[in-house]
């Protein structure tokens, strides 16, 4: 649907892409600080080159780029009420989100086998 916010991805990430890498997460949620990869997974993300944006690809190197990667596989809006913009997520101490249970943090080298 055009102008549509979340839409699906009809074809897999292409090989060597970080959306490749992180999609090997098995369809769990996943974070994963770079700045405190061991070197098995900085080998591994060096060889990732691309990140896909919507249907086109562009050339990124993920370590200049982020200091965290999230990975969330299927979102879903949110409902909405009238005159209102949309429920508001409960908050923890100092207005910040709670991390849900089930996010994993992963090893980027055991991902990509």
């Given amino acids: 649907q055009?102008?549509?916010l979340m839409t699906e991805?009809?074809?897999a990430p292409r090989p060597g892409s970080l959306d490749a890498l992180t999609a090997a997460s098995h369809h769990r949620p996943?974070?994963?600080d770079l700045r405190t990869l061991p070197a098995a997974d900085?080998?591994?993300l060096r060889a990732v080159s691309q990140q896909r944006f919507g249907s086109f690809y562009s050339e990124?190197?993920?370590l200049r780029a982020y200091?965290?990667?999230v990975r969330f596989p299927h979102v879903t809006p949110a409902e909405?009420?009238?005159?209102r913009p949309g429920p508001r997520p409960p908050r923890g101490p100092g207005g910040v989100l709670p991390v849900e249970?089930?996010?994993t943090s992963a090893p980027l080298a055991a991902l990509a086998h």
């Fill in 42 to 44: 900085l080998c591994t």
């Fill in 60 to 62: 990124l190197d993920q």
């Fill in 9 to 11: 991805l009809a074809e």
């Fill in 67 to 69: 200091d965290v990667i």
């Fill in 101 to 103: 249970a089930g996010v």
């Fill in 2 to 4: 055009a102008g549509a």
């Fill in 80 to 83: 909405t009420r009238p005159g």
């Fill in 30 to 32: 996943l974070a994963t």
